[in-house]
């Protein structure tokens, strides 16, 4: 019998199926005995092109890394409108994938991706300016906004149950039945309104760093 042309395996499948499983199911479902179903292959296969489960976890979040938006820091832009489109953007991407930013929130580690993203964002800082060291806190501070604001809705971590919030109890929460319909609208604008805080405390400090020179 011939063999086939092409590969039944590659390490891109196997984080395309691998990323389908934490979208619908979470991290817990991704197992090599669960990918190997999946992909109609022997578990032992996966070990070919991964030789552990966070590999490929790894993986499936440098998969997510890249979809980000770099292009504004290649001089197109200052740093704060450059900050602004590359927050949106990184949203944006873990918006689509919510279930692999705790992946993410562990740093980018060796993942080429995440590398490259921290790279651009300190790179475009200290160009613009800012001491290493600032550049450094404000690439923190970004990614714990933008991944924190992706790990879950405050708008719909209320119930649609007017009784619930009873003015007995809670005299300020009369409305708070009505957020989780409004889930989206209420956490895009709770996003883009800390973003511009952020960014305005920052446009302050850059102001007074600039004064001293």
Do not use: C
């Not at 944006?92 to 490259?116: E, F, S, Y």
């Amino acid at each position: 019998m011939a063999r086939p042309r092409k590969p039944l395996l590659s390490r891109d499948r196997i984080v395309e199926v691998a990323g389908a499983l934490v979208d619908a199911e979470g991290l817990e479902a991704v197992s090599t005995r669960r990918l190997a179903a999946a992909l109609g292959v022997s578990g032992p296969s996966l070990y070919n092109h991964f030789r552990t489960k966070d590999e490929i976890l790894d993986a499936v979040a440098d998969s997510v890394s890249a979809r980000v938006d770099l292009s504004m820091f290649d001089g197109g832009q200052d740093w704060r409108g450059a900050l602004h489109a590359w927050a949106h953007s990184y949203r944006d991407a873990l918006a689509d994938h919510p279930n692999i930013v705790p992946v993410l929130a562990r740093g980018p580690g060796r993942r080429p991706a995440g590398l490259r993203l921290a790279d651009a964002v300190f790179g475009a800082m200290t160009e613009a300016g800012w001491s290493p060291a600032q550049a450094t806190r404000i690439g923190a501070l970004m990614r714990y906004f933008i991944l924190g604001s992706a790990v879950a809705s405050f708008a719909r971590g209320f119930v649609d149950d007017r009784a619930a919030y009873d003015p007995a109890d809670y005299p300020h929460l009369g409305q708070a039945h009505l957020l989780a319909e409004r889930g989206r609208e209420v956490d895009e604008g709770a996003f883009e309104t800390g973003l511009a805080a952020l960014l305005d405390g920052l446009a302050l400090q850059y102001e007074a760093l600039k004064g001293t020179v």
